[in-house]
């Protein structure tokens, strides 16, 4: 993404919840992997760094009810490796890496896999090598929001399935084990929960509100206009705002093959588009079908388009500021599982849980700089009882798992309820340490500092 | 590893130990206090030359390492750091949990001024110019560790012993594969090598005997717990590790020393500091 382009979105997101401060906090976290002894090559950015995540909201919550146990499940399973095989699952790679929060993954590069941040080529053969057809064909993981109304599935359109889909990212394009029906049950249910997130500017029936600007209604006007050489098309065409934007049928647009056409709602944060990638702004993609279909648009009609994809493409609350609460509350639905699992002697789902539950608390306790970060001062006596109290869970966690693995499903059932009662503990002192661990900005800023600084004595 | 005559001597101590943990049973069977907290202060007693003999490696090593910087060879500079780095890797059961200050000092990360990490950034960079400063403060740092160690009066505490190797068993599970503890040298699968043989000979030397008389099949199962950590480690690469297997067993580890605690009569050992 330009750094134009970038700046606009983040100033678009920002202005949203109303946090400029965060411009500085979003921007300065990137942490490219540098040693050539990994498994991921140097020079890797996974983009997991960022403090102001991309807000996810599920349909089941919006119409006013709540998460359901293949939710949970499916949302704790989006997040753990353990479902891939191979070098996925040894470099800590998720769903959740390229779908950040359900969306997309702007920055994510992996070199020899990536054509440029934000791409990936599911065919290489990094991460199966029998998947890899010796062509360089990086292309998008694009958001899933909405992703039930959008089949098919894939950018060919080659599945119609979603749970087609899914297997095949899993057991194809990650060289995970043939999932379990209840995995892929669960992962079916959560990404069909995944909804677009409110745009005051867009009506129920695709139409733009009264929120939206003068240019973007001319631009409405002109994204309905019959192209001026096939009267039989316009942009809404395919892009049918009655039906999510999308006309579920693949096409050939100029650019290197078929490809199914894209919602454009909440767009404007779904950068690079095409499939791969190709474009950072509207302006460019705008710019592309003028000349593609010789539409003879004029500079000020060309703006006009941008502003109404841009009002289309626009969400009340794009990004969320990650917190020590959130990532509590987030960690309590991902346990919640075990209500079922444990009394169902559901081994698989303990195991499964225990390991994603336990990568979570590890990556929450990383917020808290430990002794040796000199690069934070201060608050070292709370950092260090919230750093221990996730490790204890972490340990509560497994114990939990080895009393399941030996089928004490009465032990694991007690040792649930300590895991519960150390949780509720351990809230206290994780906020009260908040304020000195990486989810405070300042703190956040001065230890990725620190790491520039090894990172750039080492270049 | 290449492992020193004198931890090869402690290590094959310890393990002579597990054939005479029937011997120790009958001998801590009874419930004593004192039997117990005996055989574990004469354990910590045991395990001191081990430390010593690290931390020993690791001020050698660091000083070899000032001696090439001085001599700008870089190479054997290198060499000198991964040697030293190995000592220090050893004693981390004991680094953080008895010496927090100095531990704070020389492992800090991220820290591009002190310690070790500073040093190995601009050394596996090829900038010896840049790190005389803190070549000299390391060397400073590790003797102050090696003369407070090596102090007659200085005694480990069993408690204290069970708490760093519990921590370390946590922490040697944590995902390693984006670069792991030495991204920059390099040596990270050689740290997590270290780090076992460390909690092996810390859990060996003080605490198996002494729980083998309390509790045989729990001792039994660290001590498997163990073997299965050597083996994920023991490995050609950091590509080749079995990362979430290795976190699982190194999890499961600090589990099972933090239930041997009530057997030894000790607190339950935190994973924290």
């Known amino acids: ?72 499940l499916g949302d704790l399973l989006f997040s753990s490796p353990a479902i891939f095989g191979g070098a996925a699952r040894q470099a800590g790679i998720s769903c959740e890496t390229c779908h950040q929060q359900g969306s997309n993954n702007p920055k994510l590069y992996i070199p020899g896999l990536s054509s440029r941040p934000g791409t990936f080529d599911t065919s290489g053969a990094l991460f199966n090598p029998k998947a890899d057809n010796g062509v360089f064909d990086a292309v998008t993981p694009p958001s ?39 995995v892929l049950d669960a992962l079916v249910a959560y990404i069909q929960e995944i909804s677009f997130l409110p745009n005051p500017k867009l009506t129920a029936g695709g139409r733009l509100s009264a929120d939206a600007s003068d240019a973007a209604r001319r631009g409405e006007a002109l994204f309905n206009k019959p ?43 779904n950068a690079p588009y095409f499939h791969d990638g190709r474009y950072d702004s509207y302006t460019e993609v705008v710019g592309y079908f003028d000349r593609h279909f010789d539409l003879g648009l004029s500079p000020h009609e060309r703006a006009d388009l941008v502003a109404y994809l841009d009002a ?58 430990e002794r040796t970060d000199t690069s934070v001062t201060g608050g070292v006596t709370e950092r260090l009882r919230a750093r221990g109290a996730t490790r204890e869970l972490v340990l509560s966690l497994r114990l939990i798992a080895m009393a399941a693995s030996a089928g004490d499903y009465d032990e694991a059932a007690r040792a649930y309820s300590d895991y519960r009662q150390r949780v509720a503990a351990a809230a206290p002192d994780l906020k009260l340490a908040e304020q000195w661990s990486l989810f405070n900005p300042s703190i956040r800023e001065a230890h990725f500092k620190a790491l520039r600084q090894l990172a750039d004595l080492a270049k | 590893m290449a492992t020193s005559i004198t931890t090869t001597k402690l290590i094959a101590h310890a393990r002579a130990s597990l054939l005479c943990g029937a011997l120790l049973a009958l001998s801590l069977a009874m419930p004593g206090r004192s039997v117990a907290a005996d055989a574990l202060a004469k354990g910590a007693a045991d395990y001191k030359p081990f430390a010593v003999e690290h931390i020993g490696i690791a001020l050698t090593g660091a000083k070899k390492l000032q001696a090439a910087v001085k001599a700008g060879d870089l190479k054997a500079a290198q060499g000198a750091w991964i040697e030293s ?3 220090w890797e050893a004693a981390e059961p004991i680094t953080g949990e008895f010496f927090p200050k100095l531990d704070e000092a020389i492992d800090a990360w991220p820290d591009a001024k002190q310690g070790y990490h500073a040093v190995e950034a601009a050394l596996f960079s090829g900038k010896l110019d840049e790190i005389g400063a803190p070549v000299d403060k390391l060397v400073g740092d590790l003797a102050e560790f090696d003369k407070q160690l ?8 069993p408690q204290g012993l069970l708490n760093g190797a519990t921590k370390l068993a946590y922490e040697v599970g944590e995902n390693k594969s984006k670069g792991g503890e030495s991204p920059y040298a390099g040596t990270s699968l050689t740290d997590m090598y270290e780090n076992v043989e460390g909690i092996e000979a810390v859990y060996k030397l003080v605490f198996h005997g002494a729980l083998t008389g309390r509790d045989g099949k729990l001792a039994g199962r660290i001590v498997d717990k163990i073997e299965d950590l050597e083996k994920l480690v023991k490995v050609k690469d950091l590509k080749s590790v079995d990362q ?13 020393l933090q239930t041997s605690a009530a057997k030894l009569k000790l607190k339950k050992p935190a994973v924290g500091e």
């Open chain 1, 1 to 72: 993404m330009s750094e134009q382009r970038q700046g606009a979105l983040l100033r678009k997101a920002f202005a949203a919840v109303g946090v400029t401060a965060m411009l500085s906090a979003g921007l300065a976290h990137a942490t490219p992997i540098t040693t050539k002894e990994g498994v991921l090559p140097p020079g890797t950015e996974l983009n997991e760094e960022q403090l102001d995540q991309p807000t996810e909201l599920f349909a089941s919550e919006l119409a006013g009810g709540k998460r359901s146990y293949l939710l949970d």
């Open chain 1, 144 to 182: 899933l929001r909405g992703a039930r109304y959008l089949a098919p599935y894939g950018h060919d359109g080659r599945f119609s399935s979603l749970r087609d889909f899914v297997r095949n990212v899993i057991v194809n394009e990650f060289a995970g084990r043939d999932p379990s029906e209840q």
């Open chain 1, 227 to 269: 192209f001026r050489h096939d009267a039989a098309m316009s942009c809404a065409s395919c892009h049918r705002p009655d039906g999510a934007f999308v006309d579920h049928q693949v096409h050939d647009v100029g650019t290197g093959g078929w490809f199914k056409t894209p919602t454009l709602i909440n767009a404007d944060f």
């Open chain 1, 312 to 369: 289309v493409g626009d969400a009340k609350k794009p990004v969320t500021r990650d917190t020590v609460q959130a990532e509590l509350d987030e960690l309590a639905a991902f346990a919640s599982v075990l209500d079922t699992a444990i009394p169902a002697h559901n081994q698989e789902i303990i195991q499964l849980t225990v390991d994603a539950v336990g990568n979570e608390w590890r990556e929450l306790g990383e917020n808290f700089p």
């Open chain 2, 85 to 87: 780095r190995k000592g």
């Open chain 2, 150 to 157: 090596s102090a007659p009066s200085f005694k480990f505490s």
């Open chain 2, 244 to 256: 979430p297997a290795l976190k699982k067993a190194g999890e499961e580890l600090a589990v099972l």
